[in-house]
């Protein structure tokens, strides 16, 4: 299995552009995690999705923000418009629905100037 | 206050040193324990899950104290492939399993 794979990798972007990342999870993975991290704040939670689902979106910053899964292997994160303060990087994770571990994309680093 | 808390360090330890990470949560409905390893620029990955019982993998020792609602991890015989952040998960259910970071512990084992 290739693991969970982000796309892209490096994304520099002006302010006030939409920005669009993309995941595809682990398959047979049933829970997506999508997590930003920041020296600040270390890693926060934006949003979980179980059998593609929105469960918890309480990490999600501001209506600037939003996520969706269409299917099983597929997810996005876009942010319209973007904002200087949102340059961190971009996890997306999976896992399943029992407490195991939650394997991670090697991450989207945005930077918006 | 953040659900997890971790002493950000950094640790500066030299070769073959012990050196023990605490971390303390605030949820009591927690259910699961991990240690993940990050390297600078990478994702984090899993080294290893957290029982009530402790639990040992070669140099590292982790241990779970559910009444003072604290984990730590020990590392024996530092290595400098060791240096890394050390992150501190728990996760809690409320139908689903939801892991919650700490902000980690910096490691540097020097020569």
């Known amino acids: 299995d290739a693991g969970v794979i982000q796309s892209p990798r490096h994304e520099v972007t002006e302010m006030g552009q939409e920005v669009t990342l993309r995941c595809k999870p682990i398959?047979?993975?049933?829970?997506l995690f999508w997590y930003r991290q920041t020296m600040m704040r270390g890693l926060e939670l934006l949003i979980y999705?179980?059998?593609?689902?929105?469960?918890?979106d309480s990490g999600m910053p501001e209506d600037r923000f939003s996520a969706k899964m269409p299917n099983a292997s597929f997810s996005t994160l876009k942010i319209q418009p973007s904002e200087p303060r949102d340059s961190a990087v971009y996890f997306c994770?999976?896992?399943?629905?029992?407490?195991?571990?939650?394997?991670f994309g090697q991450g989207t680093r945005l930077t918006v100037v | 206050r953040k659900e997890v808390e971790q002493d950000p360090g950094p640790f500066n330890v030299p070769e073959g040193a012990t050196v023990a990470f605490n971390c303390t949560y605030s949820?009591?409905?927690?259910?699961?324990f991990f240690w993940y390893r990050q390297d600078c620029r990478k994702e984090p990955k899993l080294l290893m899950s957290?029982?009530?019982s402790g639990n040992e993998d070669g140099r590292f020792t982790a241990q779970l104290n559910r009444a003072s609602q604290y984990i730590s991890l020990l590392i024996r015989d530092s290595k400098l492939s060791d240096s890394a952040t050390y992150l501190c998960?728990?996760?809690?259910?409320?139908?689903?399993?939801?892991?919650?970071f700490g902000r980690g512990t910096s490691l540097i084992v020097h020569p």
């Open positions: 994770a999976s896992g399943t629905s029992v407490a195991t571990e939650a394997f």
């Open positions: 957290v029982y009530s």
């Open positions: 999705f179980n059998n593609n689902v929105p469960i918890d």
């Open positions: 998960v728990v996760t809690y259910s409320g139908g689903s399993y939801i892991p919650t």
């Open positions: 949820n009591s409905a927690s259910q699961s």
């Open positions: 398959s047979g993975h049933n829970s």
